[in-house]
């Protein structure tokens, strides 16, 4: 008929398709197939071979699993890892609350330099944070030189302790707090605390019932952030701890570099991965991974 107009050549292309065999939903299988071929390439396949590792180097046995269980050292490694990311947490719970609450409660220059410092040491590369405290904690350090110049005597060792390398995990680890519990306070209406106040409750009073039970989703969030990134950390712990305090991260990089004892730093690396997968899993049956970042 003379009224037809003719289909671009490139629509009728895509018109043949489905008629050359292709499924008319196959588009978005086409588009997640890079995105799943990576992800199966660089980390499937990785965690599959170590897991493969764990129960074949060696030979064929779940030796290493036992190993780890029933020698002392490796259960103290353990339980200091779990300890130390439930300090770090703790910690950076406490500092974070009140910065945050500062944050979202204001709206002027306050508010602003707070979030900017926050930014800037988010975007600080960690191991930079780490050598800082390097410097600020050592011998040569404006720690020692302040408690030096008081006259208070000899000063106390700071650094290549357990305090310092809780603090140095505190520092890079604090802005997943701030931010995860800023998301939530962002959030809450003030009117809730004014209808609170015109009820006769005093501030500590609505803080109690009204605020701080809103802001539970993200002390939830930021706790799970940093314990489940605690539970790998591995530059500062060496670079400011010490021996006693080894973690997990240190354990496997030990038994490799050190040992070559590949089987056995697979079984440790799995038993890290479960560890990990446990926590989260927990957090996503109570309150469900998509509301992670808020």
Not at 124 to 142: H, Q
Not at 162 to 168: A, E, H, K
Request: aromatic share 12%; with cysteine.
């Amino acid at each position: 008929m003379a009224g037809v107009v003719a289909a671009p050549a490139g629509q009728a292309g895509l018109a043949a398709a489905p008629a050359r065999g292709l499924p008319a939903d196959s588009t978005p299988w086409l588009l997640l197939a890079p995105a799943t071929l990576a992800l199966v390439i660089l980390f499937l396949l990785p965690i599959g071979y170590v897991l493969l590792l764990s129960v074949t180097d060696p030979a064929v046995s779940i030796a290493h699993y036992r190993r780890i269980f029933s020698v002392p050292l490796y259960t103290r490694v353990l339980f200091n890892t779990f300890t130390t990311a439930l300090t770090v947490t703790g910690v950076c719970l406490l500092l974070g609350y009140p910065v945050a609450y500062v944050m979202a409660r204001r709206s002027d220059w306050v508010s602003t330099a707070l979030l900017i410092c926050v930014a800037v040491c988010f975007w600080t590369g960690f191991i930079v944070r780490t050598y800082a405290w390097l410097v600020i904690l050592g011998n040569k350090g404006p720690v020692v030189a302040v408690y030096q110049a008081f006259g208070f005597g000899a000063p106390p060792r700071l650094l290549f302790t357990t305090f310092s390398s809780i603090l140095g995990m505190v520092h890079i680890l604090l802005p997943y707090m701030v931010l995860a519990l800023y998301s939530v306070m962002k959030k809450i209406d003030p009117n809730l605390l004014r209808a609170s106040a015109s009820l006769g409750a005093r501030p500590a009073a609505s803080f109690r019932a009204v605020y701080l039970p809103l802001t539970l989703p993200g002390v939830v969030n930021g706790s799970i952030l940093v314990f489940t990134i605690c539970l790998g950390f591995f530059i500062t712990p060496i670079l400011l701890g010490t021996p006693k305090d080894m973690m997990i991260s240190q354990l496997i990089n030990q038994q490799i570099e050190e040992l070559l004892a590949w089987g056995f730093a697979s079984a440790v690396a799995v038993v890290l991965l479960v560890a990990t997968s446990i926590v989260l899993a927990v957090y996503n049956r109570f309150a469900g991974l998509d509301r992670l970042w808020g």
